[in-house]
């Protein structure tokens, strides 16, 4: 029996990322064909090819920590990305994909991802990119910069024919300041080291937080007063005017510490948290302006993680840049800050590709896009469509597509395969006893196959049946559903794997008998042998799907796997799984 490789059908392409010293950014690109239906939330984009065929879809966003790079090579793997870059379309699955990555990491874990997705990285310069997504997204995306001043934020609308040159400040791990002077005219003119891995690593220090979240909720709470030592404290309360510093400035970034005689113990974590991030965005702010200066530039864009939309960094930097440039500067910020470099990577497909970025314009859509990273695009006319996201674990969104299935089995052709109930007995790689012929082992089998779509195919209210096979993938995705449901609450391997053993114990209904989850999918038995031959053939089958479930659901250390059992609580096909 011949199978097709049925992952090249996937709707998600161009795959990019961007691997920087903190995180790891993902943007990919998910269409739903020809077929779509104005969705709910409705945030699409339209790719153009060069035939003019337009592919609908949208741009979806991930991040990971760098550090947590397994739970990166895992989405990819689970959401089959590692199938969307650049494709030799006459080829297999195991021909090489080449995914256009940036960042410092597409070179440091380039072997890394060679070994554990097959992917192989084609290079492109992160500065080229940071350049490439700012202008992406500056003149594809409407109310993308923004003015951030005394507690207003403005957005500003960007004239194409006035857009250069600008200054790009990306505050990622460190900060790098670019001059850009059009599409692909840029030079990188300074940088520092003081950024955003300065703020998390001291303040991990400083305050004992673990993650950046946390260290933002502590700082919203503080006081940088209570640190900083001010120009009043220096002063006897009163303004140094003359030199144009209020009483209230800053004159030491933790200056008072000196004075106080205190230790660290005697501060509260949340006012070390605040002088921090005040210290670091100031600074950055400062440099940038004169930088601004050193090549008359009236216009800052600042990207990178660091400033995740907070009120009280961007306040601060644009204080920085007004104060400083006497208000002649002007600092904005991007919406989509810390997808600059993902963003370009995305974006250069268009070199070595049919579909063509430069086509993407922006489609104004009447409704608010649900997340902030969701991006509406459209090409002049064209309406588009389509999916929503579901956020399953914060901060990474999770693409969904239309409400059809959309993986269908490969195994298509019937000749010479024994059927029961109209479902085709399609070969197993199992040792386990029953009526499967045994399936070559380096072969894809249907569970293999219910596996790997299960994520995907789990999302859709209702299926366009392609072939029997079919079928038995969508009775496999209800198992995979019902076994996660009863794997929900197992904290360790060996307690879901006795779950599991108690479910292989229960009754298997067949069609005809009241608990068959969907009645009408499969022809009735004409038979009591045709019967138990399908309940044997689905014993077999379920018993092999749950033993390879175990083993994807849970990690090699024996704890669960989050972005398994995330969809226990999941609906298919809009039964109640208990
Ligand atoms: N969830 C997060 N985890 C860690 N750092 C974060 C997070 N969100 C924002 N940051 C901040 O963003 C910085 C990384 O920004 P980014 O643009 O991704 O840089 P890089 O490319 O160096 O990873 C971190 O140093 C930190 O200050
Ligand atoms: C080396 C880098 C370009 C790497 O980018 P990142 O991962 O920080 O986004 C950046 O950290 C940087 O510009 N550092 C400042 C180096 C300097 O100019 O002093």
Redesign the pocket.
């Given at each position: 029996m011949e199978t097709q490789d049925f992952r090249f059908s996937s709707q998600i392409s161009h795959l990019a990322l961007d691997i920087?010293?903190?995180l790891i950014k993902l943007v990919y690109f998910s269409s739903n064909g020809d077929h779509c239906e104005e969705s709910r939330d409705g945030t699409s984009i339209v790719v153009r090819n060069n035939g003019g065929s337009v592919l609908q879809g949208k741009l979806c966003f991930a991040k990971f920590e760098t550090r947590k790079i397994d739970d990166c090579l895992e989405f990819i793997r689970f959401n089959i990305l590692h199938h969307s870059g650049d494709q030799h379309q006459n080829g297999t699955a195991c021909d090489k994909l080449t995914v256009k990555a940036t960042?410092?990491g597409a070179f440091k874990f380039a072997d890394l991802f060679k070994e554990k997705l097959g992917i192989v990285f084609d290079k492109e310069d992160?500065m080229h990119c940071l350049v490439g997504g700012a202008n992406f997204l500056l003149k594809t995306v409407p109310r993308e910069a923004f003015t951030y001043l005394d507690g207003q934020k403005e957005f500003v609308e960007i004239d194409h024919n006035d857009l250069y040159p600008y200054l790009l400040v990306?505050i990622?791990?460190?900060?790098?300041m670019i001059k850009v002077d059009g599409d692909g005219e840029y030079e990188r003119i300074?940088?520092?080291?003081l950024?955003g891995?300065t703020f998390l690593g001291l303040g991990k220090l400083l305050t004992k937080c673990k993650s950046f979240d946390e260290l933002l909720e502590l700082s919203h709470h503080g006081n940088n007063r209570v640190i900083d030592m001010l120009v009043g404290d220096i002063y006897g309360g009163t303004d140094y005017s003359k030199i144009g510093l209020s009483s209230t400035a800053i004159a030491s970034s933790f200056g008072k510490a000196i004075s106080d005689g205190k230790e660290l113990e005697d501060y509260q974590p949340e006012d070390v948290a605040r002088s921090l991030l005040r210290m670091i965005s100031n600074n950055i702010g400062q440099i940038a302006y004169l930088n601004a200066l050193r090549f008359d530039l009236k216009r800052i864009f600042f990207g990178?993680f660091f400033i995740r939309g907070l009120e009280y960094t961007m306040d601060t930097i644009s204080v920085a840049v007004h104060f400083w440039s006497r208000g002649e500067a002007k600092a904005m910020f991007l919406t989509h800050e810390g997808f600059l470099?993902a963003l370009g990577a995305f974006a250069s497909y268009n070199k070595t590709q049919s579909h063509d970025t430069n086509d993407l314009k922006p489609h104004h859509h009447h409704h608010h896009t649900v997340q902030q990273r969701e991006e509406t695009f459209n090409c002049s006319g064209e309406i588009s469509v389509l999916t929503s996201f579901d956020s399953i674990v914060p901060d990474q969104l999770v693409f969904q597509i239309g409400n059809k299935m959309v993986y269908h089995s490969s195994f298509v052709e019937e000749e010479g395969i024994t059927k029961a109930c109209g479902c085709p007995l399609l070969p197993l790689k199992s040792h386990i006893k029953g009526p499967a012929p045994v399936s070559e082992q380096d072969r894809t089998d249907i569970v293999d196959e219910a596996i790997t779509f299960f994520r995907a195919n789990v999302f859709f209210t209702n299926f366009d049946i392609k072939s029997p096979a079919d079928k038995l993938l969508i009775y496999l995705t209800f198992y995979i559903n019902v076994a996660l449901k009863r794997l929900e609450g197992c904290r360790t391997l060996a307690v879901g794997t006795k779950a599991i053993i108690n479910l292989g114990l229960e009754d298997i209904p067949v069609p005809g008998e009241a608990e068959f989850p969907f009645p009408g999918l499969f022809p009735l038995p004409q038979s009591n042998e045709e019967a138990d031959l399908f309940r044997n053939y689905l014993k077999q089958v379920r018993e092999e799907t749950s033993g390879r479930l175990l083993s994807v659901a849970y990690r090699a250390n024996g704890t669960p796997n989050k972005w398994w059992l995330a969809f226990a609580k999941r609906k298919f096909m809009n039964v109640v799984v208990l």
């Open positions: 920087g010293g903190t960042g410092g992160e990306n990622g791990s460190g900060v790098s300074s940088g520092t080291s950024g891995g990178g470099g």
